[in-house]
């Protein structure tokens, strides 16, 4: 099975890399398309702020092949962010996957929230051996809001998405390949989906 994490310069890249290696899985990074069309799985990764980051997809034309794609996609925190419609950092326009806005967590809390946050009302076979309340490690700024594609929540003074689906599309604010054991679950279920 071919996996491929998209490269368009943002950070996180060899961590996934390696949980991925954990798992006998050897992920390929590339910007190429046709390499990326040709995927069976993909990974969407992201760790920076979101207005370059999309400024780094369209240089690659990225952005307009990433919405059409039929194979399984995992959106990892910024790559997740960037799939929905828009995000209030940089006033960015996204790619439009997941129909609702990104937001920043207000004054009243410290950003970025860095740390393990609970996941629940897990709603996907992406969570298959994972149990609610699960602690998975985080660090952002902006959230998703919770919406109709919402398949896990978590909380941060009010609560968000912390992961989305829609159609071949999967989305997870927190990092699975930091996560531990149940983090290195999920990506063993993004593999089998």
Partial sequence: MKLVIIDYGTGNIKSIQLAFKRLGVDAILTSNISAIQSADRIIFPGVGEASSAMRMLKSKKLDCIIPNLTQPVLGICLGMQLMCNYTEEGETEGLGIFDVKVRHFNKVVKVPQIGWNTINNLKSELFVGINENEYMYSV??????????????????????????????????????????????????????
Avoid: D, R, W
């Fill in 140 to 193: 952002h700024s902006y959230y998703a809001e919770n919406c109709k594609e919402t398949i896990a929540n978590s909380v941060y003074h009010i609560g968000f998405s912390a992961a989305l689906h829609k159609n071949n599309f999967y989305g997870v604010q927190f990092h699975p390949e930091k996560s531990s054991a149940k983090g290195e679950q999920l990506l063993k279920n993004f593999m089998k989906l």
